[in-house]
């Protein structure tokens, strides 16, 4: 080979090399760019709007009005509105259509919370009586103490509420310090123990943020949080007065059921407004999202430092016993495809849910106006952010029928009447097989030991088992719940049973009376001479009595009443408890001394029986106070 030859040889391997290094150099930047060109769950961002499009055609007859908007790297990519926000008036949502957030203003409150954190005006950790006026949490039962961490963690401890967090007058509606003092439940459990979803810790976290910056809550986020992100169509005050385009908004876009039927008293005003009362419109809301994830080297303009949003991102709290991330500050932990923070919301007819992966920068708010609307909030972002794929685990797995049985979630009311709604909606569990769990007829598969994944949606439920494998509690994301046997698992039957055999005996008795007066009539007899008799009779009436009164407190209660509204029907169940230990006290004293018939006798008795089994059922249900 002639030495020109050999150069130019050696010129095209250098060349070939320098090609196949550019090659291999740019495969890892090519497949970078493209993973950042895909939507968590795989299918390309650029089809993005074309899937949600054809998932909205899919369930169109399920759904009124639905708003998704969707932000990548700091900026919203997609804002679009599907539906009617009027039914009847064939008024159609449109990207200016206004909804309530519920429970996602509770982000609103842990991102101010971390605003003063980060100014050194509170402190996570710090108990905040100290921040308190003196006095103002009269129901604590631990002296333990309670952080700002606890309520942003949800296991302060608080029991839940059924009673006025919804008003139906504008008028009506306390400040926030009176709200809460009014809506103070009673602490069950010890700070830290044990984690129950609470609406009263992230509004008395509000209330903090108020009195620590010197201005109401519902001004202090319109100045830090919507002025400073543009969010001009948003409200966060309770009626709205501060923003009268929300107001006006929010008049034009009704409330449904998910099977689209009008919730006729569907606008309502929370006293605790930061817990839910939010109204805005998606865009507005995505403003928000896309502010928690900026672009990578910009800052989040509502923090100094994004050393305080990536803690404000991070895990605070994680499943007991295990380095699984559960919360972080106020956001759930989901895994999908991949990570993700979410918050989900429910008012009396509308549902929305907020969701972000701050890895890539993805996020996503899905609105509608539909009471636990499922297939959109939840059903579309599954989609969006695709299956969970978890590790595979090559250990034994615990036989799932070791977790099988009755439980009952923390979140509930444990004092009060409205204590047997909880028990009324237990959750049964039952196993599949050895690995998968049926849970009120959602199948769980265990993916690690006494660890659950949903097997068609997202979540995820962890069981806390004891040395001896009992299982102490049930674990999701925002509550837990514990497993209840013997008598507690059969209180419902009891008390039905009780129920039922003391109308029995009411039925059998007027029945009775009834008759004996007809004959007594037909062959001119005199009245009965025992003067129990008279009592016996409005024993029976008054039992009647209580069961109207229970039912009408039981349908006041469903439909959101106040506790000053419903006192009433509380004071009548203590009368009628009186009314029949009178009553038993008289048989004792009169029955032996009067002579009266067996079948006489024996109804007087019966009669007895059922005061008591409705006072039984007073006093163990607390249908008193």
Same mark, same amino acid.
């Given at each position: 080979?002639?030495?020109?030859?050999?150069?130019?040889?050696?010129?095209?391997?250098?060349?070939?090399?320098?090609?196949?290094i550019m090659l291999l150099l740019a495969?890892?930047?090519?497949?970078?760019?493209?993973?950042?060109?895909?939507?968590?769950?795989?299918?390309?961002?650029?089809?993005?709007?074309?899937?949600?499009?054809?998932?909205?055609?899919?369930?169109?007859?399920?759904?009124?009005?639905?708003?998704?908007?969707?932000? %990548?790297?700091?900026?919203?990519?997609?804002?679009? !509105?599907?539906?009617?926000?009027?039914?009847?008036?064939?008024?159609?949502?449109?990207?200016?259509?206004?909804?309530?957030?519920?429970?996602?203003?509770?982000?609103?409150?842990?991102?101010?919370?971390?605003?003063?954190?980060?100014?050194?005006?509170?402190?996570?950790?710090?108990?905040?009586?100290?921040?308190?006026?003196?006095?103002?949490? %009269?129901?604590?039962?631990?002296?333990?103490?309670?952080?700002?961490?606890?309520?942003?963690?949800?296991?302060?401890?608080?029991?839940?509420?059924?009673?006025?967090?919804?008003?139906?007058?504008?008028?009506?509606? *306390?400040?926030?310090?009176?709200?809460?003092?009014?809506?103070?439940?009673?602490?069950?459990?010890?700070?830290?123990? +044990?984690?129950?979803?609470?609406?009263?810790?992230?509004?008395?976290?509000?209330?903090?943020?108020?009195?620590?910056?010197?201005?109401?809550?519902?001004t202090y986020v319109q100045e830090h949080?919507?002025?400073?992100?543009?969010?001009?169509?948003?409200?966060?005050?309770?009626?709205?007065?501060?923003?009268?385009?929300?107001?006006?908004?929010?008049?034009?876009?009704?409330?449904?059921?998910?099977?689209?039927?009008?919730?006729?008293?569907?606008?309502?005003?929370?006293?605790?407004?930061?817990?839910?009362?939010?109204?805005?419109?998606?865009?507005? !809301?995505?403003?928000?999202?896309?502010?928690?994830?900026?672009?990578?080297?910009?800052?989040? *303009?509502?923090?100094?430092?994004?050393?305080?949003?990536?803690?404000?991102?991070?895990?605070?709290?994680?499943? =007991?016993?295990?380095?699984?991330?559960?919360?972080?500050?106020?956001?759930?932990?989901?895994?999908?495809?991949?990570?993700?923070?979410?918050?989900?919301?429910?008012?009396?007819?509308?549902?929305?849910?907020?969701?972000?992966? *701050?890895?890539?920068?993805?996020?996503?708010?899905?609105?509608?106006?539909?009471?636990?609307?499922?297939?959109?909030?939840?059903?579309?972002?599954?989609?969006?952010?695709?299956?969970?794929?978890?590790?595979?685990?090559?250990?034994?797995?615990?036989?799932?029928?070791?977790?099988?049985?009755?439980?009952?979630?923390?979140?509930?009311? +444990?004092?009060?009447?409205?204590?047997?709604?909880?028990?009324?909606?237990? =959750?049964?569990?039952?196993?599949?097989?050895?690995?998968?769990?049926?849970?009120?007829?959602?199948?769980?598969?265990?993916?690690?030991?006494?660890?659950?994944?949903?097997?068609?949606?997202?979540?995820?439920?962890?069981?806390?088992?004891?040395?001896?494998?009992?299982?102490?509690?049930?674990?999701?994301?925002?509550?837990?719940?514990?497993?209840?046997?013997?008598?507690?698992?059969?209180?419902?039957?009891?008390?039905?049973? !009780?129920?039922?055999?003391?109308?029995?005996?009411?039925?059998?008795?007027?029945?009775?009376?009834?008759?004996?007066?007809?004959?007594?009539?037909?062959?001119?007899?005199?009245?009965?001479?025992?003067?129990?008799? %008279?009592?016996?009779?409005?024993?029976?009436?008054? @039992?009647?009595?209580?069961?109207?009164?229970?039912?009408?407190?039981?349908?006041?209660?469903?439909?959101?009443?106040?506790?000053?509204?419903?006192?009433?029907?509380?004071?009548?169940?203590?009368?009628?408890?009186?009314?029949?230990? @009178?009553?038993?006290?008289?048989?004792?004293?009169?029955?032996?001394?009067?002579?009266?018939?067996?079948?006489?006798?024996?109804?007087?008795?019966?009669?007895?029986?059922?005061?008591?089994?409705?006072?039984?059922?007073?006093?163990?249900?607390?249908?008193?106070?």
């Amino acid at each position: 080979m002639s030495e020109h030859n050999r150069r130019r040889r050696v010129k095209q391997l250098s060349v070939s090399l320098l090609v196949v290094i550019m090659l291999l150099l740019a495969v890892p930047a090519y497949a970078a760019a493209e993973e950042q060109d895909l939507l968590p769950s795989g299918t390309p961002l650029s089809s993005l709007e074309g899937f949600i499009d054809n998932y909205e055609s899919i369930y169109q007859r399920t759904a009124a009005a639905v708003s998704v908007a969707v932000v %990548k790297d700091g900026k919203t990519i997609l804002d679009k !509105a599907y539906g009617f926000a009027d039914i009847e008036r064939q008024v159609a949502a449109d990207t200016d259509t206004v909804f309530e957030w519920g429970s996602c203003t509770k982000l609103l409150v842990w991102t101010s919370v971390m605003q003063l954190v980060e100014q050194g005006k509170l402190n996570l950790e710090t108990d905040i009586r100290e921040y308190l006026p003196d006095g103002f949490l %009269k129901k604590l039962k631990y002296e333990a103490p309670i952080s700002l961490l606890n309520l942003m963690n949800h296991n302060a401890g608080w029991e839940d509420r059924g009673t006025d967090l919804y008003y139906f007058a504008e008028d009506d509606v *306390p400040e926030l310090g009176e709200a809460l003092r009014g809506f103070e439940p009673r602490q069950v459990n010890q700070p830290g123990k +044990v984690v129950a979803y609470s609406n009263y810790g992230a509004a008395l976290a509000a209330y903090i943020v108020e009195l620590q910056s010197g201005q109401p809550f519902y001004t202090y986020v319109q100045e830090h949080i919507f002025k400073v992100l543009g969010m001009e169509h948003t409200s966060i005050h309770p009626s709205q007065q501060d923003n009268p385009a929300v107001a006006a908004g929010r008049s034009k876009i009704q409330g449904y059921t998910t099977k689209l039927e009008l919730i006729k008293k569907n606008r309502a005003y929370i006293g605790i407004y930061p817990a839910g009362g939010t109204i805005g419109t998606a865009k507005d !809301a995505a403003k928000f999202v896309a502010a928690l994830m900026p672009a990578t080297g910009h800052n989040s *303009p509502l923090f100094h430092s994004n050393v305080t949003l990536k803690k404000f991102l991070s895990p605070s709290l994680n499943y =007991e016993g295990t380095d699984l991330p559960r919360i972080a500050h106020g956001f759930f932990e989901m895994n999908y495809a991949v990570p993700a923070l979410e918050h989900g919301g429910n008012t009396l007819s509308f549902s929305s849910k907020f969701v972000l992966d *701050p890895e890539s920068g993805f996020g996503m708010v899905v609105m509608t106006n539909q009471q636990n609307e499922w297939n959109f909030t939840t059903g579309l972002v599954d989609k969006v952010f695709g299956a969970y794929l978890p590790a595979f685990y090559s250990g034994e797995l615990p036989d799932s029928s070791q977790v099988a049985g009755e439980y009952i979630t923390a979140r509930r009311v +444990v004092h009060g009447y409205m204590k047997i709604l909880t028990f009324l909606d237990t =959750e049964k569990i039952t196993a599949n097989n050895s690995s998968y769990l049926n849970i009120n007829g959602q199948s769980l598969s265990q993916i690690s030991p006494n660890t659950y994944v949903p097997v068609y949606q997202s979540g995820i439920i962890l069981f806390v088992r004891d040395d001896q494998g009992a299982v102490i509690k049930m674990s999701r994301p925002f509550s837990d719940s514990f497993p209840i046997t013997g008598i507690s698992a059969q209180s419902t039957r009891i008390s039905l049973i !009780a129920l039922g055999l003391g109308i029995a005996i009411i039925i059998l008795s007027l029945l009775s009376g009834l008759f004996g007066w007809i004959v007594r009539r037909f062959k001119k007899e005199a009245k009965p001479p025992s003067p129990i008799n %008279k009592y016996h009779l409005w024993m029976n009436v008054a @039992g009647i009595a209580f069961l109207v009164n229970t039912v009408i407190l039981g349908y006041r209660s469903i439909t959101y009443t106040t506790y000053s509204a419903i006192r009433i029907h509380l004071i009548l169940n203590i009368a009628y408890v009186v009314l029949a230990a @009178g009553y038993i006290v008289l048989l004792g004293l009169k029955l032996r001394r009067q002579k009266n018939g067996k079948l006489r006798t024996i109804l007087y008795v019966l009669s007895g029986v059922s005061a008591m089994l409705f006072s039984a059922l007073i006093i163990g249900w607390d249908l008193y106070f």
